[in-house]
T-cell receptor, first 117, second 116 residues
């Protein structure tokens, strides 16, 4: 059981380039989310998904796209990278029902550090 | 919208002593969940403790306990017998219940240094 995995660990992009951050989980969680963490700040929600084929925007969605074709995978796409997207990106997953023991608790991946020059 | 405030950007404590980290939040919800996450230098986000708002009893996990004051919208974390491995950023987070995607709203964090 690997939990939540993210690739790559670190990436350098030039302004205007595109890339996809990969996220996968093997816990059969319905919910998956992407957060970004800027220096000295807490995490902010970019996009989330409540199941395969269903996604929605979070607090800071501009410049990012997501899709969820399977329960396991939730990739985050940067369409045209900008220096303001330099950040650490975390993927998280959870069961849908907080009422269950442990349900609702978000399990985080190790993060992807992105530098946009 | 919910907001979470951690008023202590940095704190330090001597090894084996007790320290309390503060967190306040603002919400109009009645049922919700609160969490403390630890982020060591590795950047991994590690769940420390969770509290369901409908439970009056404060959550405890070994050396970690919370003081949940619902009316005051306060959720502090107490770390007893502090260890060097407790050195990390600590984030308080709020979550609305069912149907909202289990989205977390985070505070700005408190950097805790445990000194030998």
């Amino acid at each position: 059981n690997a939990g939540v995995t993210q690739t790559p660990k670190f990436q350098v992009l030039k302004t205007g380039q595109s890339m996809t951050l990969q996220c996968a989980q093997d816990m059969n969680h319905e919910y998956m989310s992407w957060y970004r963490q800027d220096p000295g700040m807490g995490l902010r929600l970019i996009h989330y998904s409540v199941g395969a084929g269903i996604t929605d925007q979070g607090e800071v969605p501009n410049g990012y796209n997501v899709s969820r074709s399977t329960t396991e995978d939730f990739p985050l796409r940067l369409l045209s990278a900008a220096p303001s997207q330099t950040s650490v990106y975390f993927c998280a997953s959870s069961y849908s029902r907080p009422g269950l023991a442990g349900g609702g608790t978000q399990y985080f991946g190790p993060g992807t550090r992105l530098l946009v020059l | 919208a919910q907001t979470v405030t951690q008023s202590q950007p940095e704190m330090s404590v001597q090894e084996a002593e007790t320290v309390t980290l503060s967190c306040t939040y603002d919400t109009s919800e009645n049922n919700y969940y609160l969490f403390w996450y630890k982020q060591p230098p590795s950047r991994q986000m590690i769940l420390v403790i969770r509290q369901e708002a409908y439970k009056q009893q404060n959550a405890t996990e070994n050396r970690f306990s919370v003081n949940f004051q619902k009316a005051a919208k306060s959720f502090s974390l107490k770390i007893s017998d502090s260890q060097l491995g407790d050195t990390a950023m600590y984030f308080c987070a709020f979550m609305k219940p069912l149907g909202a995607g289990n989205m977390l709203t985070f505070g700005g964090g408190t950097r805790l240094m445990v000194k030998p």
